[in-house]
């Protein structure tokens, strides 16, 4: 039987504070609080560089057994050296999430829209370089990526083609390794605030989860996340998809209703 494990990009947002976190709630209370709601985050602050040994601990200190952190690589990796010639950087990386222990899901090599499929190689010398003991994800943003070879590469390597909802991209679930990965980003700068719902995407979530069905036999676990961007409010549409999957408690009752 797969287990979700969903949540939000990043939990550290002021415009929740009154609405999903209560008024004059302290920020470093704001993980164990969140974590209480939801059983998963994805860390986007990872991307700007690798977090210190006591952050992790902090992190993992704060949260209950079940829950499952997600983190993007650093963008030194990804965006800047373009995955070439970064075992270093990986290493050290890697080995601080694994401070995570149990709790560390899986690791998101999101690819920048230049890094198009004439990269081939890079990804195929980047990618044998993982360690097997950790799971991994990769997001392509350049349409370039959506072929055969493609597939075959991350179905070598147990590597997670991560779905995304993103302009541009095909909304199409590719299963190549024992667990799936789905997130739903829209427009970047859509929202000027994100302390409610702007769009009801109650449709799309359900054909979404109508495309995610047919794999549940073969994956044990799904990892999904929504960003602000993508309704108003992650927090809201997070918790109208738990609802749309049956998934019982941990709801938002302070933004029930809420949609403007």
């Keep these: 039987m797969s287990e979700y494990?969903?949540?939000?990009?990043?939990?550290g947002y002021q415009d929740w504070v009154g609405v999903f976190y209560p008024e004059k709630f302290r920020s470093q209370n704001f993980l164990s609080y969140y974590s209480r709601k939801f059983n998963s985050v994805e860390l986007d602050t990872t991307f700007y560089g690798v977090p210190r040994t006591s952050k992790v601990a902090q992190w993992a200190a704060s949260v209950p057994d079940n829950f499952k952190f997600c983190a993007?690589?650093?963008?030194?990796?990804?965006?800047?050296?373009?995955?070439?010639?970064?075992?270093?950087?990986?290493?050290?990386?890697?080995?601080a999430m694994k401070g995570l222990g149990d709790k560390l899901g899986a690791l998101l090599i999101q690819l920048p829209p230049s890094f198009t499929f004439a990269e081939l190689e890079s990804l195929r010398e980047f990618l044998a370089l993982l360690p097997k003991e950790v799971r991994?994800?990769?997001?392509f943003r350049h349409a370039s990526w959506l072929q055969p070879q493609t597939e075959e590469l991350l179905k070598l390597h147990q590597i997670c083609?991560?779905?995304?909802?993103?302009?541009?991209?095909?909304?199409?679930?590719?299963?190549t390794c024992d667990f799936l990965y789905i997130r739903w980003i829209g427009q970047h700068g859509t929202y000027d605030r994100h302390s409610h719902e702007r769009v009801d995407k109650t449709s799309s979530l359900i054909w979404w989860k109508d495309q995610i069905q047919p794999h549940l036999d073969h994956v044990s676990e799904v990892y999904g996340f929504f960003n602000n961007d993508y309704a108003g409010y992650a927090v809201g549409t997070c918790n109208k998809f738990k609802e749309i999957l049956g998934m019982p408690g941990k709801t938002d009752e302070m933004t029930q209703g809420r949609l403007f």
Excluded: S
């Design 161 to 175: 083609w991560a779905t995304t909802e993103f302009p541009g991209l095909p909304n199409e679930v590719k299963r």
């Design 72 to 95: 993007k690589l650093p963008r030194q990796i990804t965006h800047e050296k373009g995955l070439r010639e970064a075992q270093a950087e990986l290493d050290e990386f890697v080995n």
């Design 5 to 11: 494990f969903l949540g939000t990009m990043g939990f």
């Design 136 to 139: 991994f994800a990769v997001e």
